[in-house]
């Protein structure tokens, strides 16, 4: 276990120094970021001046040398449109992309695994049928065009609720928050549940899935012919049963909930970190897309390594043949 | 010779009979058939096929052509008829241009993208695999676990940062979603690949002194084909949604050059200002098109599903 242990956290660290060459020459092959900062009078001097400050001027492999050094100290550069430091700027962002990922988690499980439950208990029921169609679309249908059309709707139209933004802060217990004022929910629901709708669909599959495997084994055969009414049987015994693979890509779709918020995020102009890389795509701010595109290199492969690792403990082959 | 082999043929006892690939065919089309929602799903298809690139000789209006926009058409609400002579059935955009032209010409550029990112994808993720799945050792290690973290990453993110990296273009964005999509088919064929490869025909086929690539591509490929049909039906209705997804983002493409994507950024603008048809239209338009090749591919992965083989 040690040895494999070992193995993969070292090709861990490999992987996210190879990512991080990748992700540097790639972004400072995106055009010359002067150009987008200085206004285009300003004179060669200026423009020197502001090269050399950035040192833009260096070769290459000594631009990656300083920021390996500067990333090693904790200093990841300072972002190029707003001036300070992009470790602040990103933790800054994060609080509300936070809100936003987990309101919308808790809608996917709250609606995905009871409408997953029933598709599985009755699955030739119309309604069963109904869930099944919801789910592709929650699938196939691209986020922002439903995101478009519940601000068309609830915004436009109808006028309920504010089409974008992060409403009121409040601070409880030294936690700062929209989620503690009614203005901040009336902002919150809206890209929580247009964010929700993909891991929703994945939510009703799965529970369906695993709904319609258990119900055609043993031990659900022997709870109903002990007399056990439907209820318990699904709540208390299969639900128990079919929770852990249901937990598991929960945990995994964490990391793709980061990156659907991108979309969301734009759609709905909310402050979170999202919204922060798209402008920063946008207005060519090197250090910020720099430093967001290796964080998020460095969640999918601890993401990846917890996963590889906790399946090595429970299951012995995968340590037996995976040293490779 | 062809007389004696005939005779020789003739005096082997009778094998089962194969399957011809005509008869394989209407095995496939009777099953399909089946579900009356996917069969409507692809005369859907078949329908918007022919109206993207027909563009040219259905639309009313050349959008590209900006001599042909009339400024004073501007903003027309649906059903209204402008300079042109016509009647604007879906209304016109800030330009001038006639919304039902802009999204025939709009499906069209998904549509090229879609399918021409899928075909790549396709022959990139199969070299892959199968690479993969025949040599194994330390080639297979290396290859599976690049696709693997990249299967954990989700592709709207790899294809936004290539975008960003490459630029705008139907090239560019051809390029960033095969890169973002081709694990898909390398895992797919590794995985039907490795079930195949330890099969009896493909140890005889290897005992003998056939070249290597004549294995593969012969014997080894047509059986793990299936499967990919599926995965491909499902990833060109994604390619489409992603290409969608990054010109709505703003990185795609620009209006120049409309997709539906940028023709719904574009309408995004005017979300507020009750001129609904810019961004409703072209929508409806994606969501259709993605949506019922979502329905094909679903029926077809039922279809080719061994365990549903009469």
């Known amino acids: 276990m040690l040895s494999y242990f070992i193995t993969r956290l070292a090709q861990a660290v490999v992987v996210v120094f190879a990512m991080s060459v990748i992700v540097f020459v790639g972004v400072f092959a995106i055009g010359n970021p002067i150009d987008v900062m200085i206004d285009p009078g300003a004179t060669q001097a200026i423009r020197e001046k502001l090269i050399a400050q950035y040192g833009l001027d260096q070769p290459l492999v000594v631009q990656y040398w300083t920021f390996l050094k500067n990333v090693a100290q904790g200093d990841l550069g300072t972002s190029m449109v707003y001036n300070i430091p992009v470790v602040d700027l990103v933790f800054s962002r994060f609080p509300a992309t936070l809100e936003l990922v987990l309101v919308s988690v808790l809608i996917a499980v709250g609606v995905g695994i009871p409408a997953g439950l029933w598709a599985g208990y009755r699955p030739d029921s119309i309604g069963a049928k109904m869930i099944m169609a919801l789910s592709v679309l929650g699938f196939s249908v691209p986020t922002f065009w439903i995101g478009m059309l519940l601000i068309m709707g609830f915004a436009v139209e109808l006028g309920w609720l504010p089409s974008g933004g992060r409403g009121d802060e409040a601070t409880v217990f030294g936690i700062t928050s929209s989620l503690f004022t009614p203005d901040g929910w009336s902002h919150v629901i809206m890209p929580a549940i247009n964010l929700s709708l993909f891991k929703m669909g994945l939510m009703i599959r799965l529970t369906r899935a695993g709904m319609v495997e258990a119900m055609g084994t043993d031990y659900v055969k022997f709870a109903r012919a002990q007399g056990l009414p439907d209820r318990q049987i699904v709540f208390r015994h299969i639900l128990r049963n079919i929770s852990i693979p249901i937990v598991t890509v929960l945990g995994l779709e964490l990391g793709s909930t980061l990156a659907f918020a991108v979309v969301t995020e734009s759609v709905f102009n909310w402050p979170g970190v999202g919204k922060l890389i798209i402008d920063s795509i946008l207005q060519l701010d090197r250090p910020v897309m720099v430093s967001y595109l290796i964080m998020v290199v460095i969640l999918f492969v601890l993401i990846n390594l917890v996963v590889d690792l906790v399946y090595a403990r429970l299951d012995p082959r995968v340590r037996l043949k995976g040293g490779a | ?310």
């Open chain 2, 1 to 310: 010779m062809p007389e004696i082999v005939a005779e020789n043929i003739a005096a082997v006892p009778s094998a089962p009979p194969v399957e011809t690939r005509a008869e394989r065919l209407r095995n496939f089309w009777s099953d399909f058939r089946e579900s009356w929602v996917a069969v409507g799903a692809l005369i859907v298809i078949g329908v918007l096929l022919f109206l993207s690139f027909g563009a040219p000789l259905v639309s009313p209006q050349d959008p590209y052509d900006m001599a042909a926009l009339d400024w004073l058409d501007a903003f027309l609400r649906p059903g209204t008829e402008g300079s042109g002579g016509y009647v604007h059935l879906l209304g016109t955009d800030n330009a001038g241009r006639d919304m039902l032209s802009a999204i025939f010409y709009g499906l069209r550029t998904s549509f090229v993208i879609g399918l021409s990112a899928g075909a790549l994808a396709l022959l990139v993720g199969i070299a892959v695999g199968l690479t993969a799945a025949y040599f194994g050792g330390r080639i297979e290690a290396l290859l599976m676990r690049i696709v693997d973290l990249q299967l954990s990453m989700p592709a709207i993110l790899l294809a936004l940062v290539l975008v960003a990296m490459l630029g705008q273009g139907v090239a560019q964005i051809i390029l960033a979603l095969v890169v973002a999509q081709y694990a898909y088919f390398a895992r797919t064929t590794h995985g039907a690949a490795k079930v195949e490869r330890g099969k009896d025909y493909i140890e005889a086929a290897r005992s003998t002194p056939l070249p290597t690539h004549r294995v593969l591509f012969k014997h080894l490929l047509p059986n793990v084909l299936p499967p990919l049909i599926v995965v491909a039906t499902v990833q060109v209705a994604s390619a489409i949604a992603l290409e969608a997804t990054l010109s709505f983002l703003g990185v795609g493409l620009p209006l120049t050059e409309p997709s539906l994507g940028s023709l719904i950024s574009n309408g995004f603008k005017y979300i507020h200002s009750d001129r609904y048809w810019l961004s409703i239209y072209p929508g409806l338009a994606l969501m259709v098109t993605v949506v019922a090749i979502n329905l094909v591919g679903d029926q077809v992965r039922k279809v080719l599903d061994p365990r549903n083989s009469r």
